[in-house]
């Protein structure tokens, strides 16, 4: 598939406000929709603008693969693959449609499909970046390959732009499933885990399950005798399907509690400790969002005994949003910054304090 009329090449532009910064060593605030200002610090920067750069720049729904701008929405991309059946599997937040392209890769946020279809970087297969020196640089590709050293591509999934200002994006795209229902449970928490597990021993194909005051919420996706005889096997009510895109964009009631905003990330297999506030659990109680008053101590100290960590998603002057690095990891990333953005101009401090 050829660009439509609303696609844009800025990167001449671009290119020419990193060249700038770089010479007068002033930092640059990346940005595109603003959709994510969380989670991380405000950057104290000049705004470099990605949403002009815009524009699908190769589809080929055979081979489920599309490469499109920075600045191309992430519903935008949503609905063209739509049209020919197909869909971004790990299902990235849109919020409110402002979401884009460069945004969905810099942030890696994926939404409740993840644990069963993977992450943004499973499915990045290649991408242009513009460097600290003002190079526009093409990693990886079209097609799954294995690289030797860094593959830079997925290193900027994730990266908050610490690392470089990214272009255009290729990824790997797969059908929309033939069938869809939603099911609504009354259980409790303690409970969910052995339902989850009995459900996937069964062979049911979930994709989605949230639990939130004693409701657990379970989604079915695949062929439609299959997914009919799920919805018989587990029972319960009927769910509207906007409740999957409501926990996605973060728009569930849950999230308007005026506390602030926590992601606990723990393995799948790790206990149902109570946290100190109100929890929603996703990816089957992998992803545990908090809303807490407690200090960043307590929540810290509870994710890690439960073998994970905790990221803050409200802007606190007084915590670090991402949790502590070890020393050797963090002289990693202070490494690989240094290769890509030798002047450290491209969001300072967006994540940590030493990037």
């Known amino acids: 598939m050829q660009p439509d009329n609303s696609s844009f090449d800025d990167s001449r532009r671009l290119l020419a406000d990193v060249a700038l910064a770089a010479g007068t060593g002033n930092a640059l605030r990346i940005r595109g929709g603003n959709s994510k200002p969380f989670p991380g610090r405000e950057v104290d920067g000049i705004d470099i603008d990605t949403r002009t750069h815009r524009g699908i720049v190769s589809y080929d729904p055979t081979e489920l693969v599309v490469t499109a701008r920075a600045g191309t929405s992430v519903a935008e991309l949503n609905a063209l693959l739509a049209e020919n059946g197909q869909m971004l599997p790990w299902e990235p937040p849109s919020f409110d449609g402002n979401a884009t392209v460069g945004g969905m890769v810099a942030t890696g946020l994926s939404g409740p499909r993840r644990p069963y279809a993977g992450a943004t970087r499973d ?96 989604r079915l996706e695949g062929g439609k005798d299959l997914v009919a005889n799920s919805v018989q ?92 690095l070890p020393g050797a990891m963090l002289s990693l990333h202070q490494r690989i910054k240094r290769q890509l953005d030798p002047r450290g101009i491209f969001n300072p401090a967006r994540m940590y304090t030493a990037l």
């Open 233 to 324: 096997e587990i029972g319960g009510e009927e769910l509207e399907s906007a409740f999957w895109d409501e926990l996605r964009d973060q728009q569930l009631p849950f999230f308007a509690d005026h506390r602030p905003l926590w992601r606990i990330s723990v393995p799948q297999t790790a206990p149902l400790t109570p946290l100190p506030g109100s929890v929603l659990l996703d990816w089957g109680g992998a992803q545990r969002w908090l809303k807490s008053d407690e200090p960043v101590d307590v929540i810290r100290a509870d994710a890690a005994q439960l073998g994970g960590y905790a990221t803050c998603f409200s802007h606190k002057a007084d915590v670090e949003p991402f949790h502590p």
């Open 123 to 218: 499915f990045v297969l290649g991408c242009r970046v513009i460097t600290g020196e003002a190079k526009h640089l093409r990693f990886g590709g079209e097609v799954m390959k294995n690289v030797a050293g860094y593959d830079v591509s997925r290193l900027m999934v994730g990266s908050f732009g610490c690392l470089g200002l990214v272009t255009e994006v290729s990824m790997k795209v797969l059908p929309k499933p033939r069938a869809t229902r939603s099911l609504l449970l009354e259980l409790s928490a303690a409970d969910v885990p052995r339902k989850l597990r009995a459900w996937r021993d069964a062979g049911l194909p979930i994709t989605g399950a949230s639990h939130l005051d004693s409701w657990l919420h379970v």
